[in-house]
């Protein structure tokens, strides 16, 4: 059974950090591309960021670019997305998602239809 599970959320001030992490069981972690996607209240739920299977390539939104950074560490089996320079926009709930290999990968990474597995999510929230 594969498991998603975040964690990191919180309340931050504008201007703050934060850490999140996405532990993952149940799948051969470095198989899988990994994302994180966020849905603000009353919004569609947007891509944030995605890395392949080894790490070697990361994606950003454009409007989280310079600001977060995605990471991964296979032998933890652990996804994290290190959120800094804040703002009360990237309120959210945040989530991972994980896609196994797939045809075309790299060009369906944003698209939230590409992932089979999804945590159940951790609230950011950022005050101003």
């Known amino acids: 059974q594969v498991q998603l599970v975040e964690s990191g959320g919180g309340l931050v001030q504008a201007g703050g950090s934060l850490r999140l992490s996405c532990a993952a069981s149940g799948l051969t972690f470095n198989n899988y591309a990994l994302a994180w996607f966020r849905q603000a209240p009353g919004k569609e739920r947007e891509f944030v960021s995605a890395?392949?299977?080894?790490?070697?390539?990361?994606f950003y939104a454009d409007s989280v670019k310079g600001r977060f950074a995605i990471s991964r560490d296979n032998a933890k089996n652990t996804m994290y997305l290190q959120m800094n320079s804040l703002k009360p926009e990237d309120t959210a709930v945040y989530y991972c998602?994980?896609?196994?290999?797939?045809?075309?990968?790299?060009?369906?990474?944003?698209?939230?239809?590409?992932?089979?597995?999804w945590g159940q999510g951790t609230q950011v929230t950022v005050s101003s």
């Open positions: 998602a994980a896609s196994p290999p797939r045809p075309g990968l790299l060009r369906i990474l944003q698209s939230s239809d590409t992932y089979s597995y």
């Open positions: 890395i392949t299977f080894s790490g070697a390539s990361t």
